[in-house]
């Protein structure tokens, strides 16, 4: 008899329970509705309205019609334009070169047991905390050509006799915007490298030393694989933030001399906000589109994504 009571009961006890389980879940979704609406607003509202800009010839204040897929063909038949990213492409490459190289480097060097070791950890986070408007004000005034530090720095040495003008010719200027680029980038490498050199077990290097490998086959063939999955994901994420990139260069030159600086975001903001042109701003912006979501899409399949 009991057992019969049970087994009627049963049905009733699965139901409460498959309830209770959807409680659960709908209250899940109710805590992550309203971070999921924020995101929707600020990110994927923006992103429809610059494809439907870039397919107008809106202007300031103007909703423009509808012209296709005009703004693209322009575009792409504009010598700025393939200046523009022809820059980013070199930029990117050479700040990202130099950001790995240089702070896994600083990284390997304050792994050491070196005296002030965490004084010098913590200096080398400030190029990275402080505001990137004022600490690229500070690189302009560097770059003066009459009463910047650089320039009396190198006559003081008695390396040159004249005036280099840094952000006026071409290949100077984007060399300055990849050095400051690099200057403000590296702690980010040096700190999270540091932190994938602290989980490697010294255990490993000791077994090396006793086989006799030097310092540079024990970096080849114990730390450089252990760092290696850490070392993609930063290299990955500054690519990112590399590429899309505006204040410094904006800041330090505008995209000039002769636009050899524009990068896709400066280019866009001269265009869109500038000019006036708030059609053309968005094409040049979403042409970044495909490249920084083949950047993210890595990222996360390298994180083990669910993509």
């Known amino acids: 008899m009991g057992n019969t009571k049970l087994m009627n009961r049963s049905p009733s006890i699965a139901v409460v329970c498959q309830i209770r389980r959807l409680g659960r879940q709908l209250s899940g979704f109710l805590f992550v509705a309203p971070a999921f609406l924020w995101l929707l607003m600020i990110l994927l509202i923006p992103f429809l309205l610059s494809i439907y800009l870039s397919l107008t010839n809106s202007t300031a204040g103007t909703w423009g019609t509808f012209i296709g897929l005009e703004n693209y063909r322009n575009l792409l038949g504009s ?69 910047g530090v650089a320039n009396q720095s190198l006559k003081g040495l008695g390396l040159i006799r004249a005036d280099v003008p840094w952000l006026s010719q071409p290949t100077l200027a984007m060399l300055c915007v990849i050095l400051v680029n690099t200057w403000r980038g590296t702690p980010f490498f040096v700190i999270t490298v540091l932190a994938g050199l602290s989980s490697v077990p010294q255990q490993l290097y000791e077994a090396a030393k006793v086989d006799g490998a030097g310092t540079w086959i024990r970096f080849l063939h114990v730390t450089l694989p252990l760092i290696q999955p850490i070392l993609i994901i930063v ?44 059609g053309g701003g968005a094409t040049i912006l979403l042409f970044m589109f495909p490249f920084l979501a083949l950047l993210i899409y890595l990222q996360l399949r390298i994180r083990g994504g669910d993509f």
């Open 79 to 147: 010598q700025i334009f393939r200046r523009t990213f022809l820059n980013s492409l070199v930029f990117t490459a050479a700040s990202i070169g130099l950001k790995t190289t240089i702070g896994t480097a600083l990284a390997l060097l304050l792994n050491q047991k070196l005296r002030g070791r965490k004084f010098f950890r913590g200096a080398t986070l400030l190029p990275w905390i402080a505001p990137a408007s004022l600490s690229t004000l500070a690189w302009l005034w560097i770059f003066n050509p009459v009463f």
């Open 235 to 278: 290299v990955l994420f500054s690519t990112i933030m590399t590429f899309s990139d505006f204040q410094i260069v904006y800041i330090l030159t505008n995209g000039g001399p002769a636009n050899s600086t524009h990068l896709f975001a400066t280019l866009a903001y001269q265009v869109g906000m500038t000019g006036g042109n708030t």
